[in-house]
Structure formats: C-alpha cells, structure tokens
Nanobody, 117 residues
Framework: QVQLVESGGGLVQPGGSLRLSCAAS????????MGWYRQAPGKQRELVAR???????NYADSVKGRFTISRDNAKNTVYLQMNSLKPEDTAVYYC???????????WGQGTQVTVSS
C-alpha cells in the first residue's frame, strides 16, 4: 500500500524551530525526487523544498536560508528542518514526490504547523 505519513508539526513562537518527518512506504523511495509542500488557509498548495534522488536541493524563495530538506533512503524518510519560523509559515505541510501524481501517490494527512505568539 502506497502511503505517506507526515509528523512533527505543532505550535511554535515566531523565531522557533520544528523538524518535520515524512515516512514513505509502498513505492521505491530512493529513486524518487521528493518535495515538501504546504497549504495555508485560502491558498493553493505550494512546493517549498525539494530533494532529488541524488540529494540536490532547491527551495522556494520564501524559505531559502531558513528551511533544510534532507532524506534518509535507508529509512524511506524525508525531513524538513524549519528554523526562524514566521507567522506566514503557518500551514498544513505535506510531502510527496516531485512532481506528484495523485493517481500514483495520494496526499497524506499532512501535519499542521502554526507559528504564533
């Protein structure tokens, strides 16, 4: 069964940090480029960070220098380290392949990140 399970979200004050995890199963994780996406209320889902199967990374301008994506192919897991969090980072965060194909891998339940004082 193809599955993505995100975890690690929570409520954090501005300037704080969180580390998100995404455990993948049911597909060959190591050969897929992976991405972290987020969707804020009333906004479209956006890609914020991606990592290739070889480990190259790219970031949206809005998170560059603050977020770090990494992967552990032995654990079929992709991570997102988020530092210097801002209120505008508040969203539900999801992982998926990049590009994603919802006929192949559906979205997981996501993990809520709320940045507020």
């Amino acid at each position: 069964q193809v599955q993505l399970v995100e975890s690690g979200g929570g409520l954090v004050q501005p300037g704080g940090s969180l580390r998100l995890s995404c455990a993948a199963s049911g597909f060959v994780f190591r050969i897929n480029d992976m991405g972290w996406y987020r969707q804020a209320p009333g906004k479209q889902r956006e890609l914020v960070a991606r990592i290739t199967d070889g480990g190259r990374t790219n970031y949206a301008d809005s998170v560059k220098g603050r977020f770090t994506i990494s992967r552990d192919n032995a654990k079929n897991t992709v991570y997102l380290q988020m530092n210097s969090l801002k209120p505008e980072d508040t969203a539900v965060y999801y992982c998926n392949t990049d590009p994603y194909d919802l006929q192949y891998i559906s979205w997981g339940q996501g993990t809520q990140v709320t940045v507020s004082s």
